[in-house]
């Protein structure tokens, strides 16, 4: 069965392109910065948003038009897998992600559950076998379930705990037997709406406990993949312990985790931390914590996560600057965590969305790459922090000074530093290179 027969397959046709199927910047095979297009983006598909979402919303009724409507339970599982690798092959991505319960349905225990999973994977596994895809990253969905309502590893009841850990190992071991790249722990509902009723010590400890408990089963089990912490601030708990990356990274030093972990960065997360993207890759980055990117955007009329397409060149352009002085993102790569829109319902438009966001990041990737060639803005930084390089800017930097040394040394000179940031130079510089870069 064709589950998507009005498609052929997605190929590069160039700016000039009017085809709505067709990429117009995206050009696997182009060399950019001495690797291909491919090889810099790693392009993944979410199983979750793509091939699970129905359209419902908190006020309106599923809107998604699918050609696997009318299945449900293991046949339902079974056909959106062979609709899945349809699309990727049709899309030409290589590597897709999914949460445990995005693939197979729930049973009465975790027993039966693990055995519908083992049905699904094995399936999986024979069509990654035959169509050479890969599996970028997988994760646990420990937070749609009602055991779920007050957390998972940050439950009150130890049960919710035990449950959450045996989910996890069962989540690793599928990461080894389909050779995950990956392996990520989105805290979903890892945080508190009161202190009025939490032990805030408690919890802390006890999610740096299933991480602990989760790097020693790895070993165990001999995965080798990066294991991966995502934040994101709020939506659904209003205090959640992965605020922003530099809080998850913070945690993760302190329980001595952050020798295993990377960060997955989400576009949309930052914004709702109220940070831009590039930030959060920027502080990820510089801790040697940037691991793999959910590729996506938020609404900036709206206060929650919605999860778009990533269409805004700007953001892309600024990403891929951080991805590509972190030499890449190694192991990680470019999920897109993004949905069409609710009532954007037919299968053509999951396939509209997935090309914009692919346009999107090879085009940001084509500037940002001319952007470090020419040293557009690091030129500027270098000679911004030039003091640094001499007398007692020198001093500071090598550790030679003292509050004692400083102070003899300014204590007669007049400080009247005004040298100009230039920030709308750069800005129209950047604005140059979006509108010239071949």
């Not at 003899?408 to 009247?416: G, H, N, P, S």
Request: proline share 3%; net charge negative; charged share 25%.
């Amino acid at each position: 069965m064709a589950y998507f027969p009005d498609v052929e397959k997605v190929t590069y046709e160039g700016r000039q392109s009017r085809n709505p199927l067709a990429f117009k910047y995206y050009n696997p095979t182009e060399i950019v910065a001495g690797k291909t297009m491919a090889e810099h983006l790693r392009f993944a598909v979410s199983y979750w948003h793509t091939f699970t979402l129905t359209g419902t919303d908190p006020f309106g009724q599923p809107t998604m038009v699918r050609p696997w409507d009318g299945f449900s339970g293991l046949d339902l599982a079974k056909k959106r897998v062979e609709a899945a690798f349809e699309f990727f092959d049709k899309l030409g991505v290589a590597y897709f992600c999914f949460h445990d319960r995005d693939i197979a349905p729930e049973g009465d225990t975790l027993r039966e559950t693990n055995r519908n999973l083992d049905i699904i994977v094995s399936m999986i596994k024979d069509y990654m076998t035959t169509s050479a895809k890969k599996l970028l990253w997988n994760t646990q969905n420990m937070f749609s379930h009602p055991r779920f309502v007050h957390g998972a590893a940050t439950s009150p009841n130890a049960d919710v705990f035990a449950y959450s850990a045996a989910q996890v190992k069962k989540g690793l071991e599928v990461a080894l037997e389909l050779e995950a790249e990956n392996y990520v722990f989105w805290g979903g509902r890892e945080g508190y709406e009161t202190l009025l009723n939490t032990n805030l010590q408690l919890e802390l400890d006890n999610l740096a406990r299933l991480l602990k408990m989760a790097c020693d089963y790895a070993d165990e089990i001999g995965f080798k993949g990066q294991l991966l912490v995502e934040p994101k601030p709020k939506e659904p708990t209003k205090h959640q312990y992965d605020f922003d990356a530099a809080t998850t990274i913070a945690f993760l030093q302190r329980y001595g985790l952050s020798d295993r972990f990377k960060l997955n960065v989400e576009a949309n997360h930052a914004s709702l931390a109220g940070h831009t993207f590039d930030h959060e890759l920027a502080v990820s980055r510089v801790n040697g914590m940037l691991g793999s990117v959910d590729a996506n955007q938020g609404d900036a009329l709206l206060g929650w996560d919605t999860d778009e397409f990533p269409t805004d060149l700007y953001s892309t352009t600024l990403a891929m600057v951080q991805i590509l002085k972190n030499g890449g993102l190694h192991s990680g790569g470019l999920n897109f965590d993004a949905k069409v829109r609710r009532g954007s319902m037919t299968p053509l438009d999951l396939f509209y969305g997935h090309i914009v966001g692919m346009d999107s990041f090879a085009r940001g990737l084509k500037v940002a790459a001319r952007l470090i060639e020419d040293a557009v803005f690091d030129d500027v930084i270098t000679e911004r922090y030039a003091s640094y390089q001499r007398g007692i800017g020198a001093d500071i930097v090598s550790g030679k000074s003292t509050l004692k040394s400083l102070e003899e040394y300014i204590l007669d000179k007049q400080v009247t530093v005004q040298e100009s940031g230039r920030q709308e130079f750069l800005l129209a510089k950047l604005n140059q290179y979006l509108l010239e870069v071949e």
